[in-house]
Protein backbone atom coordinates (compact mmCIF):
# COMPACT_ATOMS: atom_id res chain seq x y z
CA UNK A 1 0.00 0.00 0.00
CA UNK A 2 1.18 3.64 -0.57
CA UNK A 3 1.88 6.04 1.62
CA UNK A 4 -0.82 8.70 0.46
CA UNK A 5 -3.93 5.92 0.60
CA UNK A 6 -2.00 5.07 3.97
CA UNK A 7 -3.41 8.03 5.33
CA UNK A 8 -7.11 7.13 5.14
CA UNK A 9 -7.31 3.93 6.53
CA UNK A 10 -6.99 3.85 9.74
CA UNK A 11 -10.53 2.78 11.55
CA UNK A 12 -13.14 5.64 11.71
CA UNK A 13 -16.98 6.31 12.03
CA UNK A 14 -17.62 8.00 8.87
CA UNK A 15 -16.56 7.16 5.39
CA UNK A 16 -16.92 10.29 3.01
CA UNK A 17 -18.40 10.01 -0.25
CA UNK A 18 -17.63 12.20 -3.09
CA UNK A 19 -19.95 14.92 -2.45
CA UNK A 20 -18.04 15.28 1.25
CA UNK A 21 -14.90 15.15 0.20
CA UNK A 22 -15.56 17.52 -2.60
CA UNK A 23 -17.59 19.88 0.22
CA UNK A 24 -14.26 19.48 2.56
CA UNK A 25 -11.85 20.59 -0.31
CA UNK A 26 -14.46 24.02 -1.15
CA UNK A 27 -14.19 24.97 2.04
CA UNK A 28 -10.06 24.76 2.59
CA UNK A 29 -10.18 26.98 -0.93
CA UNK A 30 -12.60 29.24 0.18
CA UNK A 31 -10.42 30.00 3.59
CA UNK A 32 -7.77 30.68 1.35
CA UNK A 33 -9.47 32.39 -1.21
CA UNK A 34 -10.59 35.06 1.98
CA UNK A 35 -7.25 35.59 2.81
CA UNK A 36 -6.02 36.52 -0.35
CA UNK A 37 -9.14 38.68 -0.91
CA UNK A 38 -8.41 40.48 2.52
CA UNK A 39 -4.64 41.09 1.98
CA UNK A 40 -5.56 44.41 -0.25
CA UNK A 41 -6.75 45.60 3.02
CA UNK A 42 -3.93 45.00 5.71
CA UNK A 43 -2.00 48.08 4.58
CA UNK A 44 -1.02 49.35 7.92
CA UNK A 45 -0.31 47.75 11.03
CA UNK A 46 -3.28 48.59 12.74
CA UNK A 47 -4.93 47.35 9.92
CA UNK A 48 -3.09 43.90 10.38
CA UNK A 49 -3.58 43.52 13.88
CA UNK A 50 -6.68 45.47 14.53
CA UNK A 51 -8.80 45.20 11.47
CA UNK A 52 -8.32 48.77 10.92
CA UNK A 53 -10.55 49.57 14.13
CA UNK A 54 -13.60 49.00 11.76
CA UNK A 55 -14.23 45.65 13.75
CA UNK A 56 -18.41 45.56 15.24
CA UNK A 57 -19.59 44.58 18.46
CA UNK A 58 -21.05 41.10 16.86
CA UNK A 59 -18.44 40.10 14.35
CA UNK A 60 -16.30 40.30 17.88
CA UNK A 61 -18.69 38.38 19.45
CA UNK A 62 -19.25 35.75 17.07
CA UNK A 63 -15.38 35.37 17.06
CA UNK A 64 -15.12 34.87 20.46
CA UNK A 65 -18.06 32.56 20.40
CA UNK A 66 -16.21 30.33 17.30
CA UNK A 67 -12.91 30.13 19.54
CA UNK A 68 -14.73 28.53 21.98
CA UNK A 69 -16.08 25.88 20.12
CA UNK A 70 -13.98 23.84 18.51
CA UNK A 71 -12.26 20.18 18.45
CA UNK A 72 -10.75 21.10 21.77
CA UNK A 73 -13.76 21.97 23.99
CA UNK A 74 -15.98 19.02 21.68
CA UNK A 75 -13.48 16.66 23.32
CA UNK A 76 -12.41 18.51 26.80
CA UNK A 77 -16.06 19.04 27.88
CA UNK A 78 -17.60 15.97 27.08
CA UNK A 79 -14.99 13.71 28.67
CA UNK A 80 -14.92 16.09 31.85
CA UNK A 81 -18.76 16.32 31.51
CA UNK A 82 -18.63 12.08 31.13
CA UNK A 83 -16.14 12.23 34.02
CA UNK A 84 -17.05 14.77 36.78
CA UNK A 85 -20.77 15.63 35.70
CA UNK A 86 -22.14 18.96 35.83
CA UNK A 87 -18.76 19.98 37.84
CA UNK A 88 -17.36 20.43 34.75
CA UNK A 89 -19.25 23.77 34.36
CA UNK A 90 -19.08 25.39 37.43
CA UNK A 91 -15.44 27.32 36.78
CA UNK A 92 -17.38 28.90 34.05
CA UNK A 93 -20.33 30.50 36.00
CA UNK A 94 -17.86 30.52 39.36
CA UNK A 95 -14.46 31.68 37.24
CA UNK A 96 -14.87 32.30 33.27
CA UNK A 97 -17.83 34.53 33.47
CA UNK A 98 -17.15 36.73 36.53
CA UNK A 99 -13.37 37.69 34.66
CA UNK A 100 -15.32 37.76 31.14
CA UNK A 101 -17.95 40.89 32.27
CA UNK A 102 -14.69 42.52 34.20
CA UNK A 103 -12.45 42.40 30.98
CA UNK A 104 -15.35 43.17 28.71
CA UNK A 105 -16.44 46.10 31.01
CA UNK A 106 -13.66 47.62 32.68
CA UNK A 107 -10.67 46.19 31.36
CA UNK A 108 -11.65 46.93 27.06
CA UNK A 109 -12.40 50.78 27.53
CA UNK A 110 -8.82 51.16 29.02
CA UNK A 111 -7.25 49.24 25.47
CA UNK A 112 -9.64 51.28 23.26
CA UNK A 113 -8.52 54.87 25.07
CA UNK A 114 -4.76 54.19 25.21
CA UNK A 115 -5.10 52.73 20.97
CA UNK A 116 -2.60 50.02 21.82
CA UNK A 117 -2.52 46.57 19.72
CA UNK A 118 -2.54 44.18 22.37
CA UNK A 119 -2.56 43.54 26.62
CA UNK A 120 1.43 43.49 26.83
CA UNK A 121 1.02 47.28 24.99
CA UNK A 122 -0.72 48.61 27.31
CA UNK A 123 1.15 47.00 30.13
CA UNK A 124 3.98 48.73 28.75
CA UNK A 125 2.16 52.43 28.86
CA UNK A 126 1.05 51.63 32.66
CA UNK A 127 3.90 50.03 33.48
CA UNK A 128 6.97 50.13 31.84
CA UNK A 129 8.80 47.79 28.85
CA UNK A 130 10.16 45.20 31.72
CA UNK A 131 6.24 44.37 32.13
CA UNK A 132 5.32 44.54 28.42
CA UNK A 133 8.55 42.00 28.06
CA UNK A 134 7.44 39.78 30.17
CA UNK A 135 3.70 39.40 29.51
CA UNK A 136 4.61 39.16 26.29
CA UNK A 137 6.86 36.03 26.28
CA UNK A 138 4.39 34.55 29.06
CA UNK A 139 1.64 35.36 26.63
CA UNK A 140 3.81 33.15 23.76
CA UNK A 141 4.76 30.45 25.46
CA UNK A 142 1.41 30.17 26.34
CA UNK A 143 -0.36 30.61 23.34
CA UNK A 144 2.26 27.88 21.52
CA UNK A 145 1.58 25.68 23.85
CA UNK A 146 -2.39 26.04 23.44
CA UNK A 147 -1.91 25.86 19.96
CA UNK A 148 -0.26 22.57 20.50
CA UNK A 149 -2.96 21.21 22.38
CA UNK A 150 -5.60 22.04 19.93
CA UNK A 151 -4.30 21.38 16.65
CA UNK A 152 -3.37 17.86 18.00
CA UNK A 153 -7.26 17.89 19.30
CA UNK A 154 -8.41 18.61 16.14
CA UNK A 155 -6.26 16.03 15.14
CA UNK A 156 -7.27 13.28 17.05
CA UNK A 157 -11.29 13.96 16.27
CA UNK A 158 -10.83 13.80 12.13
CA UNK A 159 -8.56 10.09 13.07
CA UNK A 160 -11.54 8.93 15.33
CA UNK A 161 -14.33 10.17 13.23
CA UNK A 162 -12.72 10.31 9.59
CA UNK A 163 -9.89 8.07 10.24
CA UNK A 164 -7.06 10.75 8.84
CA UNK A 165 -3.29 10.47 10.27
CA UNK A 166 -2.80 12.70 12.68
CA UNK A 167 0.08 14.69 11.15
CA UNK A 168 -1.12 14.63 8.21
CA UNK A 169 -4.27 16.97 9.42
CA UNK A 170 -1.61 18.98 11.71
CA UNK A 171 0.13 19.55 8.51
CA UNK A 172 -2.85 20.52 6.44
CA UNK A 173 -4.54 22.60 8.79
CA UNK A 174 -1.58 24.15 10.34
CA UNK A 175 -0.22 25.40 6.87
CA UNK A 176 -3.57 26.86 5.46
CA UNK A 177 -4.25 28.88 9.06
CA UNK A 178 -0.66 30.32 8.61
CA UNK A 179 -0.97 31.73 5.14
CA UNK A 180 -4.70 33.17 5.14
CA UNK A 181 -3.89 34.93 8.87
CA UNK A 182 -0.42 35.72 7.43
CA UNK A 183 -2.16 37.22 4.34
CA UNK A 184 -5.27 39.00 5.81
CA UNK A 185 -4.01 40.24 9.10
CA UNK A 186 -7.15 39.95 11.72
CA UNK A 187 -9.23 40.06 9.59
CA UNK A 188 -9.17 36.60 8.14
CA UNK A 189 -9.30 34.91 11.51
CA UNK A 190 -12.49 37.13 12.21
CA UNK A 191 -13.94 36.37 9.16
CA UNK A 192 -13.87 32.66 9.40
CA UNK A 193 -14.64 32.43 12.83
CA UNK A 194 -17.91 34.39 12.00
CA UNK A 195 -18.64 31.72 9.72
CA UNK A 196 -17.32 28.79 11.51
CA UNK A 197 -20.12 30.05 13.81
CA UNK A 198 -23.38 29.91 11.69
CA UNK A 199 -22.05 26.48 10.77
CA UNK A 200 -21.68 25.45 14.28
CA UNK A 201 -24.83 26.54 15.78
CA UNK A 202 -26.28 24.37 12.93
CA UNK A 203 -25.13 21.59 13.80
CA UNK A 204 -25.97 22.04 17.34
CA UNK A 205 -29.66 22.15 16.31
Known amino acids: MNVPLALFVTPHLVHLSTVDAVIIVFYFVLVLAIGFYLKRRA ?52 GAIPAMLFLGLVMMPFYYISRTHSVPGYLKLRYGESSRALSAI ?22 VVLGWDINFSILVSSITVAI ?3 LGGLRSPSSMKCCNSFLSGRELC
Open 43 to 94: NTSEDYFLAGREMTAWIAGLSFLSANLGALELMGWAGAAYQYGILAAHWYWI
Open 138 to 159: SFAFMTVLMSGINMYSMALVMK
Open 180 to 182: YVG
